[in-house]
């Protein structure tokens, strides 16, 4: 079985985040990248796949040079080789139809990304790979096994679980439960040497439009003051639910 993830390069959640150029542009500047988490549960499940049922594994980013610290880290993990789509990520469809084009290219039975990626959110790119190679889909996964050409995946629904087979070509969105944090590799020593002579392979993308763009960025606004009210004081507190914030 061969295996393609799909790996976000995203700020970590402890960075200070700035803008730049009028709130138009995310400032780089002194903010750590790591794989984006969904990315980092699913590549734990392929490496399962290629430990148990002899799989190879494959990891692959849309974005320039600077993405390349987060592909070595895939590969230390236990990637057998990486690729690179010379290109900036710019909008969901861009960039799913840079994935689909490797997928296609690479022959691939199982294609694992994360179900969104924490920095922009937007949860589109894996059901669009889906539809761009034709393969089956199965969006917030939290369970796989995958026996001959069947694939039987447990996704998440509202108020409980779902158990779907299907067959492959499959593309899935993981999310935490497809493995647990407990399950996540720190890559040892080892694996990093390792990683250092793994192929790392840089395509140029193909060229399609894009259908997108990040006008202005705004952070969150400042919590305001808060006013601490005694237990036994209810009367305060309905009066200040009433006229002061004036929820009820």
């Given amino acids: ?113 994360g179900r969104e990626s924490i920095d922009y959110n937007g949860g589109m790119v894996p059901g669009m790979v889906a539809g761009l190679i034709g393969a089956n889909f199965v969006n917030t996964c939290i369970g796989l096994e995958v026996e001959g050409n069947e694939a039987t995946a447990i996704r998440e629904i509202d108020g409980g679980k779902e158990t779907l087979k299907t067959n492959l070509p499959l593309v899935i969105g993981t999310q935490k439960g497809i493995v647990q944090e407990s399950d996540l590799r720190i890559p040892n020593m080892r694996g990093i040497m390792q990683a250092r002579k793994k192929p790392l392979n840089v395509v140029e993308p193909v060229d399609t439009a894009t259908h997108s763009e990040a006008v202005k960025f705004e952070k969150p606004k400042p919590k305001g003051d808060i006013k601490l009210v005694d237990a036994d004081n209810l009367d305060e507190l309905i009066n200040l639910l009433h006229n002061e914030a004036k929820v009820i």
């Fill in 1 to 113: 079985m061969k295996i393609l993830v799909c790996i976000s390069h995203v700020p970590d959640t402890t960075s200070k985040i700035n803008f730049s150029e009028g709130d138009t542009k995310f400032d780089t500047a002194g903010v750590q990248f790591v794989i984006n988490p969904n990315d980092e549960f699913g590549l734990t499940r392929a490496m399962w796949f290629k430990e148990k049922q002899g799989a190879t594994v494959d990891v692959v980013n849309v974005g320039g040079t600077e993405t390349e610290p987060t592909l070595r880290k895939a590969l230390a993990i236990g990637a057998d080789s990486a690729i690179r789509v010379n290109t900036p990520a710019t909008d969901g469809i861009y960039v799913a139809k840079q994935i689909a084009k490797v997928a296609q290219d690479g022959g691939y039975d199982l294609i694992i990304a």
